[in-house]
């Protein structure tokens, strides 16, 4: 069982609130028990949040007695510009029964005007102390910077904090200047602060923060704003565990214990964190689970919610192998990818196709396959296009992002997935050689330290990759502009044509195309 009396103790002696690793009962009856359901992340992952809602059920009928219980997301539960995805994401907010979310940069990825149409019967508060939109923008009214929770008779202060990088992070720019996002981050720490002496000059000695500003981030404010006790945090897509000093468990100027919580990515795991504060609203014992979404089945009732807003799954196929998902999908050949590229090339019969590594936000299971499975493998409902590039510029794109992502710890933002090409890189993000290879398997060394200007490729991808400027795109706009063809689909469309057609088993396997060697 995910929850339980026992936590881990923090005891006062000559070192404040200094970490104890002792389990035992709480003696004193006046010290305020709290648990809270925690989600980030979730990157419209519909199949899970049917998964994900028996976890809630499950939640709200067992926790210990006499607690204060709240459910938080720390942004990204939305994503992408399908409306239809984003009232789901909306209905399992509001189905679930979630207090309140930060904005994360997917709530962003559609214009403001239609974003607060779709979610205009939300039951939940959408907090961003950082940001202050323009008296024009239809979500000035949405958005809050802070409010106070009361359960019980006992106040908690709840603060919102919004990406500062948000405009890197969004297909869709037009919109971003009338957000005014704070960019600056050491001045939303002075702001943050702000904010907590607020809510405790009201009264409040209980502060969570709702971040979506990433773990190396968080772990700043940890250190630098009095008054926060619990950040739960988004964005990076960190996997915190248990209680750890200096990994999730900090201490602020004064010796109080702040602990900082994040569930990693696309629903795979949410969390619950059981803690209790003495009278001055300082935490004495904490206890962070983690759940996997995957081991719960999918609820009925949320379902039938979805459907009616989704429309019911058409069955493409039967899936007979799938290799396993990589765990480093951000630096290594995915075989997922393989199999949507290999499609996209395939159906637009075009002589190379690209994607993001981190693009893809499900995977693909043995056995029956739907239209909605294939939704939400690549959810972002980017518009599929075909090119034509350079062996210059193609050479030069995959460069760039072998060496950045491999000089990244996390290997963001990640290595570009193709077909039709094959190429090495070292460990160190040098790119060793690259081949073309034909729709008959013949492959043709590409100079890669003189590429040809004048080889031209028609090459199928969608409109982010191709034409976005941030570390997730090729920044090849003009290519985007003068495309051979757009179409009005994502990738998912064609991947459900590509299974359609296939005669033999399906087999996602890797098959060496990308390979990382030693330097």
Known sequence: MLISNSYPIYSQNNTKYRYNTAFGQNKNEDNIKASIFYINDLHGQNIRMERMYNAVKQFDTFTPQNTDKMKFASGDIMLGEDEKHVKVA???LNLAGFLATALGNHECDMPTNQFVNVIKDKNYKILGMNINPSENNPVKGMIEKSYIQEINGHKYGIIGLVPNDLSVHVKLQDHLPDLNIEPDF??????????????????????ILLSHSGYRHDVELAKSVKGIDIILGAHTHNLLEGIEEDKN?????NGEPIVITQAGRDGKNFGILNVEFNNEGVITKVQNNLGNT??????????????????????????AYVEKFPKDYMGLENPHCDF??????????????IMN????????????VDTRDLAIISPFANKVCIVEVSEDE??????????????????????????????????NGNLLSMNFVDKNGKETPIDINNPRKD?????????????????????????????????????????????????APIEIRSDGRIEKVEA
Not at 188 to 199: A, H, T, Y
Not at 249 to 253: D, E, I, N, R, T
Not at 342 to 348: G, Q, T
Not at 395 to 400: G, P, R, Y
């Open 394 to 427: 193609i050479v030069n794109a995959i460069k760039l992002r072998t060496k950045a992502s491999m000089e990244s710890s996390t290997h963001r933002p990640g290595i570009v997935q193709v077909s039709g090409l094959k190429y090495k890189f070292d460990i």
């Open 294 to 319: 995957d081991e719960y089945g999918r609820n009925l009732v949320a379902r039938n919610v979805f459907e009616s807003i989704l429309g019911k799954p058409e069955k493409v196929g039967e899936i």
């Open 455 to 503: 080889k031209i490729y028609t090459m199928a991808a969608d409109d982010f990759c191709i034409g976005n400027s941030d570390g997730g795109g090729l920044n090849l706009p003009h290519r985007l502009e003068n495309a051979i063809k757009k179409f009005d689909f994502d990738k998912d469309v064609v991947v459900a044509e590509y299974i359609k057609h296939q005669q």
């Open 340 to 353: 949507i590229v290999d499609a996209m090339r395939s159906e637009l019969n075009t002589d190379i196709a």
């Open 249 to 253: 468990l900090f201490y602020s100027s």
């Open 357 to 368: 590594s981190a693009n893809i936000r499900g995977q693909f299971e043995t056995g029956r």
């Open 186 to 207: 050491k001045k939303s720490i002075n702001d943050l602060q702000k904010e907590v002496d607020k809510l405790q000059q009201q009264g409040v000695n209980k502060i």
């Open 90 to 92: 909306n209905k399992f």
